[in-house]
């Protein structure tokens, strides 16, 4: 399965509510993952099966969807949020990212 | 704790070979599959290649396969990937990932600090 996201960029300020969407190109029920990357570093598992918060992560990023169309909200977007956000088709090989949706500061 | 490292990136002449290398510790590495991902400069993730826990299961992204290998030795806690006829489109960073859970869904929840491909003359 293809996995498409958008945007591909947002301009938002602290404070913000932010929604980035990714769309699969086939039913993947909610076999998704989001991720986020900070330049220079590795990506950081943030989401699992579409709406599970991985251990550590902060309650204000939350994930929703099933099937072909998903979402990742940042609600009160923080300093340390202005990153590129990955999503992930994680059932089978060969597993599936999106573009990215770099998240930059207004 | 969980710790990634990669190793064996560098510049290497297209048609050229190298093995990375990704060392494991603080976790029963024999109990989960092990992925590689890459990222050329200024781009997106790629999956290139996974291997199941035992090593008996290798996969791989059509831009690799036939060219690149996914080994892994339990005994050593280490995942490696063998690239053959390396082409300039490999450059890249390249990084090894851990499944979250011993079963189900390839959700990577610990992640090397990659280690840098070049491909050139």
């Not at chain 1, 990714?22 to 909610?30: N, T």
């Not at chain 2, 781009?43 to 060219?67: M, N, P």
Request: net charge positive; hydrophobic share 35%; proline share 4%.
């Amino acid at each position: 399965s293809q996995m498409t996201q958008s945007p591909s960029s947002v301009s938002a300020s602290v404070g913000d509510r932010v929604t980035i969407t990714c769309r699969a190109s086939q039913g993947i029920h909610r076999w998704l993952a989001w991720y986020q990357q900070k330049p220079g570093k590795a990506p950081k598992l943030l989401i699992y099966a579409a709406s599970s918060l991985q251990s550590g992560v902060p309650s204000r990023f939350s994930g929703s969807g099933s099937g072909t169309d998903f979402s990742l909200t940042i609600s009160g977007l923080q300093p340390e949020d202005f990153a590129t956000y990955y999503c992930q088709q994680a059932n089978s090989f060969p597993l599936a990212f999106g573009g990215g949706t770099k998240v930059e500061i207004k | 704790e969980v710790q990634l490292w990669e190793s064996g990136g560098g510049l290497v002449q297209p048609g050229g070979s190298l093995r990375l290398s990704c060392a494991a510790s603080g976790f029963i590495f024999s109990n989960y599959a092990m992925i590689w991902v890459r990222q050329a400069p200024g781009k997106g993730l790629e999956w290139v290649s996974g291997i199941s826990e035992s090593g008996d299961s290798t996969y791989y992204a059509d831009s690799v396969k036939g060219r690149f290998t996914i080994s892994r030795d339990n005994s050593k806690n280490t995942v490696f990937l063998q690239m053959d006829s390396l082409r300039a489109e490999d450059t890249a960073v390249y990084y090894c990932a851990k499944r979250r859970d011993t079963s189900g869904l390839y959700n990577l929840d610990f992640w090397g600090q990659g280690t840098l491909v070049t491909v050139s003359s």
